[in-house]
C-alpha cells in the first residue's frame, strides 16, 4: 500500500460525490451498519457451531443413539460423563494423546528453531529454500498421511530402504506402522515432517523481530556469543515460541486425519488418540450420548488449558 | 558467493556461519521434500516399478516412464479372456491400449474427476461465502464501538478449537433433519463457518492496518459509510482478502475429517477418495499417486504464491511482518 495511491483514491471520491449529498442522508447510522455487518457471520457461527454445541451438551446426558433415532430416549443423568471418566480404555486414549503432544511438540520446537536459526544466518538462497521447506505443511495431512503408509512399506517403502541404507540393518526387519514401538514414532515422525516447518516460520518472525542495536550493544559490552542467544535472542523470541506451542498443542489435540490414515489407531490401540477414539463411540459403535459427553469433555479439556496457557503467554509477554 | 561487504556491521554472521548455515538448511530441505518427489515419480512408474526392490529412482535410466497410473486413476478396467479381447474393435487411445495389454478392457470413467470437482466446488463456495461474512465482520469489528467486541472475537476463534469429530456429531444429526446430508451445499455451509473465524482475524488485521483517515475524508466529501466502505476500504483491502482468500481455500481444500465422516457419495471431496483408490489385488500406488499429485499441484503453486503472506495467514494474523 502507497500513499500515493490512497491519495489519488481520495481525490476520485472527492470528485466523484455530488456535492448535494454531503450534510444530508449519511445513509444508516453507524450503529446499525457494525450490526447489519457483524450479524450474518454470528447467525452464521450459532447455526453451525453454537446450536449443535448445545446440542451436543443435551445428547450427552441421553441414551440417544443416531442409527436407531426412533428408540425411546432416555434420561441418563451424568451417568455417561462418569463412565468416561472411570474408564481405563479413555484414560489410556488421553495418555497416548498427551504422549504425541509431547512428542511433536518438543520435537518441532527444538528441531524449527534451530532452523530458524540457521535461516536467520542470511546465506545467500535462504528465501528459495525456505519456501521448499514450507511445502509440506500447506499439503492436506490426510491426502500426503495417506501416502506415508506406502513409504512406510517394510520391504518395498522408500523410507524402510533409506534407513536400511544409512544404517545396514535390512528393509524387511521393521515395520514402522506394525510394530507396537515404532508405530507411535511413525506418526510423530509425519507430524514433525509436516509442522517443523510452521513453528519454524513462526521462530523466524521472532528473530528477525530483535532490532540489531541490541547485539551491537552486547558485542560493545564484549559478551560472548553464547550468552547473547541465552540473554537476548531466547528471551525476545520465546513469545514467538510460546504463540507456536499453542497453535500446535491445540491441533494436536485434536489429532485425527493422519492417524486415521496411517494407523487407524493400531496396532492394538497403541495409536488411538482421543479423536479416533470418539470417531469409534460416534460413528462405528453409535453411541451417540455417550461419545457426545466425551467431546465435551474434550473440548473442556483444550479450552480450559488453552485458556490457561495464553495467561502464560500474555505474562511473557508483558515481561 | 562473494566475500564482500558493503555495509559491514558487527553482528553480521560471519561468512563461515553462513556457509555452514546454507549447508544444514539445504540438506534438510532436499530430505524434507524427497516424500513428496517421490510421489510425483511414482504416479509416472507402472506398478511393478513402484513396489520395486531397491527402488527406482530416475526415469528413462531406472525405469520407462509411463502414463498407466494417470489411467487407472480416470478409470475403470475389467479383465476379459484373451478370446474375448480378440473379438474387441482395436484400442482408442493410449489407456485402453495399455490396458488391452494386460487383458484387461476399461469399462468406464472412475469417480476421481467428480470428486475433484466437489473439491472444487465446494471450496470456492465456502471461500466465497466465508471472505465475504468475514470482510462485512472484520470492517465491523474494526471501526465499530461494538460491545463485548473482545468477547466476540474470541468467541469467533474459539470455534477452531472443537474437534472436528465432536462437531461433527451434531452436524451430522441436524444435517440428516434438514437433509443436508452428504450434500455440496452443507459441506459448503460447513466450511463456511470453519473458515470465517480465521477470515475476520486474517480481514481484521488487513483493515486495522487502512488509516481510517481515508473513508473519513470520503465522507466529509459526501459519501455515505458505505459507499466509503465499498470504494475506499475494499481497494485498498484487495491484497488481505485475496490472500485471506487463499488461505480459506487450501483449507476447505485439505479437510478430511469433516468429509470422511459426513459425504460418502454425491458430495464426497478429493481427500477422504484418494486413499480408497484400490486396483486389482490390494492399493494401485501409481493411482494413488496420480491422484495425489493432481490434488497438490494447486497447493503447491499457491504456497509459492503466497510465500509472503504465509506468517500471516497460519497464525490467525497474531503475527504480521
Redo the contacts between chains.
Keep these: 500500500?502507497t500513499l500515493p495511491t490512497?491519495r489519488r483514491?481520495?481525490e476520485k471520491?472527492?470528485v466523484?460525490?455530488?456535492?448535494a449529498?454531503?450534510?444530508r442522508?449519511?445513509?444508516?447510522s453507524?450503529?446499525a451498519?457494525?450490526?447489519?455487518?457483524?450479524s450474518?457471520?454470528?447467525i452464521?457461527?450459532l447455526?453451525?457451531?453454537i446450536?449443535?454445541?448445545i446440542?451436543?451438551i443435551w445428547?450427552s446426558f441421553t441414551n440417544y443413539r443416531?442409527n436407531r433415532p426412533n428408540a425411546p430416549l432416555r434420561d441418563v443423568g451424568l451417568a455417561h460423563y462418569i463412565d468416561i471418566l472411570t474408564n481405563p480404555d479413555i484414560w489410556a486414549a488421553m495418555q497416548v494423546t498427551a504422549r504425541f503432544v509431547i512428542a511433536t511438540i518438543a520435537i518441532q520446537t527444538v528441531l524449527g528453531f534451530l532452523?530458524a536459526w540457521?535461516?536467520d544466518?542470511?546465506?545467500?538462497?535462504?528465501g528459495f529454500?525456505?519456501?521448499?521447506?514450507?511445502?509440506?505443511?500447506?499439503?492436506?495431512?490426510?491426502?500426503?498421511g495417506?501416502?506415508?503408509t506406502?513409504?512406510y512399506?517394510p520391504?518395498?517403502g522408500?523410507f524402510n530402504?533409506m534407513v536400511a541404507f544409512v544404517s545396514g540393518i535390512p528393509?524387511s526387519s521393521f515395520q514402522m506402522l506394525g510394530d507396537v514401538k515404532l508405530s507411535p514414532w511413525a506418526i510423530v515422525l509425519v507430524d514433525s515432517?509436516m509442522w517443523t516447518?510452521?513453528v519454524m516460520?513462526?521462530c523466524?518472525?521472532g528473530l528477525?523481530?530483535i532490532p540489531?542495536y541490541i547485539?551491537?550493544a552486547a558485542?560493545v559490552d564484549r559478551a560472548s556469543k553464547w550468552r547473547q542467544f541465552w540473554t537476548i535472542t531466547l528471551p525476545m523470541a520465546l513469545p514467538?515460541i510460546m504463540?507456536a506451542v499453542l497453535?500446535r498443542g491445540?491441533e494436536n489435540?485434536?489429532m485425527?486425519?493422519m492417524v486415521?490414515?496411517l494407523t487407524g489407531g493400531g496396532p492394538g490401540s497403541t495409536t488411538e488418540v482421543?479423536?479416533i477414539t470418539?470417531?469409534r463411540e460416534?460413528?462405528e459403535k453409535w453411541r451417540?450420548g455417550y461419545?457426545?459427553a466425551f467431546?465435551?469433555i474434550?473440548?473442556v479439556t483444550?479450552?480450559g488449558l488453552?485458556n490457561i496457557y495464553v495467561k502464560a503467554l500474555n505474562a511473557v509477554k508483558a515481561r | 558467493m562473494s566475500g564482500q561487504t558493503t555495509a559491514y556491521s558487527i553482528v553480521e554472521p560471519t561468512l563461515r556461519a553462513k556457509r555452514v548455515a546454507g549447508v544444514i538448511i539445504v540438506f534438510y530441505a532436499v530430505l524434507t521434500i524427497i516424500p513428496l518427489v517421490w510421489i510425483a515419480l511414482t504416479s509416472i512408474k507402472s506398478p511393478p516399478d513402484s513396489i520395486s526392490y531397491p527402488p527406482k529412482v530416475i526415469p528413462f535410466v531406472h525405469f520407462e516412464p509411463t502414463i498407466e497410473g494417470y489411467c487407472n486413476l480416470f478409470t475403470t478396467r475389467s479383465r476379459q479372456t484373451p478370446e474375448y479381447l480378440a473379438t474387441l474393435p482395436p484400442p482408442a487411445g493410449r489407456c485402453e491400449t495399455i490396458a488391452r495389454e494386460k487383458n484387461l478392457v476399461v469399462v468406464s470413467e472412475s469417480k476421481y474427476i467428480p470428486r475433484f470437482v466437489n473439491s472444487v466446488v465446494i471450496a470456492f463456495g465456502s471461500t466465497a461465502l466465508a471472505v465475504f461474512l468475514g470482510t462485512l465482520a472484520a470492517y465491523g469489528f474494526s471501526r465499530f464501538r461494538v460491545p463485548l467486541k473482545d468477547d466476540l472475537m474470541f468467541f469467533i476463534l474459539s470455534t477452531r478449537m472443537m474437534p472436528p469429530i465432536a462437531v461433527a456429531i451434531p452436524i451430522f444429526l441436524m444435517y440428516r433433519e434438514l437433509g443436508l446430508q452428504d450434500t455440496r451445499l452443507g459441506m459448503i455451509l460447513l466450511y463456511t463457518s470453519v473458515n470465517i473465524s480465521l477470515a475476520v482475524w486474517l480481514l481484521k488485521g488487513f483493515i486495522d492496518e487502512i488509516p481510517r483517515e481515508y473513508e473519513e475524508a470520503a465522507m466529509i466529501d459526501g459519501y455515505t459509510r458505505i459507499q466509503a466502505f465499498r470504494k475506499v476500504v475494499l481497494p485498498q483491502a484487495a491484497t488481505g482478502i485475496a490472500a485471506t482468500a487463499i488461505f480459506c481455500m487450501i483449507f476447505a481444500w485439505n479437510e478430511y475429517a469433516f468429509a470422511v465422516l459426513l459425504t460418502s457419495g454425491d458430495a464426497q471431496t478429493a481427500p477422504p477418495f484418494i486413499p480408497i483408490i484400490i486396483g486389482e489385488g490390494g492399493q494401485d500406488w501409481p493411482a494413488v499417486a496420480a491422484g495425489t499429485t493432481l490434488f497438490l499441484i494447486p497447493i503447491v503453486v499457491f504456497t509459492v504464491l503466497m510465500r509472503k503472506h504465509l506468517l500471516r495467514g497460519i497464525t490467525f494474523g497474531a503475527v504480521r511482518k
Design positions: 500500500m490512497s483514491l481520495i471520491a472527492a466523484a460525490t455530488p456535492p449529498l454531503s450534510g442522508i449519511r445513509g444508516l453507524d450503529r451498519i457494525a450490526w447489519l455487518f457483524i450474518p457471520t454470528i452464521l457461527l447455526a453451525i457451531n446450536f449443535p454445541l446440542w451436543t445428547l443416531a532452523l540457521l535461516i544466518r542470511k546465506f545467500r538462497g535462504a529454500w525456505t519456501t521448499v521447506i514450507l511445502l509440506p505443511m500447506m499439503l492436506s495431512p490426510a491426502v500426503v495417506n501416502f506415508w506406502f513409504l512399506q520391504q518395498i522408500l530402504y528393509p515432517w516447518p510452521y516460520l513462526i523466524l518472525a528477525r523481530s540489531d547485539y551491537e558485542e514467538f504463540l497453535f491445540i489435540f485434536k485425527f486425519d486415521n490414515l482421543a479423536s470418539l470417531k460416534a460413528f451417540t461419545s457426545s467431546a465435551i474434550l473440548f483444550v479450552f488453552a
